[in-house]
Nanobody, 126 residues
Framework: QVQLVESGGGLVQAGGSLRLSCVAS????????MGWFRQAPGKEREFVAA????????YYTDSVKGRFTISRENAKNAVYLQMNSLKAEDTAVYYC???????????????????WGQGTQVTVSS
């Protein structure tokens, strides 16, 4: 399995920005789509964004459209989540994960992903 490590979380004020990074242990991750999920205390893990292996296709949950941008740099074994105009409801632990099949198939379901990272905490104060 590919090892994934998230970073970039922190404490920010509402309206601020953060960029999360997910770095893979080996370049074979480039053959897979990737997703970002988040989980707040007492809630189920929630889909945030996904990107195809090539970076040509992206998907977002409605609550983050226009504020968050997912991207990847395969040469750096990295996937990013740029988060702007942060809101208190964005507070959660954010996870990246690998999707083995086509990104457009079941991309909102955590069960369609593999090789989860350990997460990075994002806290938005208000």
């Amino acid at each position: 399995q590919v090892q994934l490590v998230e970073s970039g979380g922190g404490l920010v004020q509402a309206g601020g920005s953060l960029r999360l990074s997910c770095v893979a242990s080996e370049r074979t991750f480039r053959a897979y789509g990737m997703g970002w999920f988040r989980q707040a205390p007492g809630k189920e893990r929630e889909f945030v964004a996904a990107i195809s292996w090539s970076g040509d296709s992206t998907y977002y949950t409605d609550s983050v459209k226009g504020r968050f941008t997912i991207s990847r740099e395969n040469a750096k074994n990295a996937v990013y989540l740029q988060m702007n105009s942060l809101k208190a409801e964005d507070t959660a632990v954010y996870y990246c994960a690998l999707k083995k099949n086509q990104i457009g198939l079941g991309y909102r379901a955590p069960t369609e992903y593999f090789s989860w990272g350990q997460g990075t905490q994002v806290t938005v104060s208000s």
